[in-house]
């Protein structure tokens, strides 16, 4: 799941505090979206800011027996293995 939000930024030191608030409050809904309806293992929560200068957020539930930065490559790249049903975006 991809998560903007409203303002940009391109760093934590360019939120206010409400920003921070109502964002965490939007990462919190989200988390409980993704396992009440996929029940992942883990889900990750990826910062990326470089190709697009502004601030966006990954939720990327984890499956599988690969961890950490090397299942979160292979889940931004569309390489990573999900259960039957549940479908992750394919790489270029």
């Not at 409980?32 to 996929?38: D, G, N, Y």
Request: charged share 25%; aromatic share 14%.
């Amino acid at each position: 799941m991809y998560v903007e939000p409203i303002a940009h930024r391109e760093s934590y030191s360019e939120w206010s505090e409400k920003e921070f608030s109502e964002f965490g409050i939007a990462l919190q809904k989200a988390s409980e979206w993704i396992l009440s309806r996929f029940s992942p293992a883990k889900i990750y929560t990826v910062l990326v800011s470089e190709k697009v200068a502004h601030m966006h957020f990954h939720l990327i539930p984890r499956y599988g027996e690969t961890k950490g930065p090397e299942y979160i490559r292979q889940a931004l790249e569309g390489m990573a293995q999900a259960p039957d049903g549940i479908s992750f975006p394919k790489g270029n």
